[in-house]
């Protein structure tokens, strides 16, 4: 149980385009998902947390207007990439968690999705 | 603000022996939970195992284990029997339980060695 699908695995696209990243919560409602970037032999730095039905939350030092996240419904949450350019360029993962965002309960991970940009 | 942080950027071991993952963290909370994740070369996430601060058992799982020291704020992961298939990055991980934010720390490069 509680798995997380995440699509697509690779893209790779030009400079200037859109490029959108979905995650999705399988067998389980998952109010709170997270979107993570994780650079080559990097540690996971958290982008924002997403709330289905509100605004997402972003770190501090994330455009908003870049990273586009929506929230849609409880079992899908999406990322977009606006007018990629090469420093977009990373490897995005993406988290929910059981029990909502408070409880004990480990966060299960996507699979991950390698963004390069040309 | 809470850091965690892993002082090991890499580490070997042999096959069939023990090894041992540092890692320390800060806070000023009193209720939180604490995860080491493995990273392996497909990149996926792996749970390892986690352990909530109020509990002063350390967690055991297989061939997993941590020392959780609260007032030294430090929590290792000790894997024991090494196989081959233990090689990868080692992420330990703080959650405060007011927030569902992960924070990781720098992560820890494991080879396993036959």
């Known amino acids: 149980g509680a798995v997380v699908s995440q699509h697509p695995s690779w893209v790779i696209c030009k400079s200037g385009t859109s490029v959108k990243i979905e995650c999705r919560s399988l067998?389980?409602?998952?109010?709170?998902m997270f979107w993570y970037r994780q650079f080559p032999k990097q540690s996971l730095m958290l982008m924002a947390t997403s709330n289905e039905g509100s605004k997402a939350t972003y770190e501090q030092g994330v455009e908003k207007d870049k990273f586009l996240i929506n929230h849609a419904s409880l079992t899908l949450s999406t990322l977009t990439v606006t007018s990629a350019h090469p420093e977009d360029s990373s490897f995005y993962i993406c988290s929910a968690g059981t029990g909502g965002s408070y409880s004990n309960q480990p966060q299960h991970f996507g699979d991950g999705t390698r963004l390069s940009i040309l | 603000a809470q850091t965690v942080t892993q002082s090991q950027p890499e580490m070997s071991v042999q096959e069939a022996e023990t090894v041992t993952l540092s890692c320390t963290y800060d806070t000023s909370e009193s209720n939180y939970y604490l995860f080491w994740y493995k990273q392996p070369p497909s990149r996926q996430m792996i749970l390892v195992i986690r352990q909530e601060a109020y509990k002063q058992q350390n967690a055991t799982e297989n061939r997993f284990s941590v020392n959780f020291q609260k007032a030294a704020k430090s929590f290792s992961l000790k894997i024991s029997d090494s196989q081959l298939g233990d090689t990868a990055m080692y992420f330990c991980?703080?959650?405060?339980?007011?927030?569902?934010?992960?924070?990781f720390g720098q992560g820890t490069t494991l080879q396993v060695k036959p």
């Open positions: 991980a703080f959650k405060a339980s007011n927030t569902g934010k992960l924070i």
């Open positions: 067998d389980f409602q998952a109010t709170t």
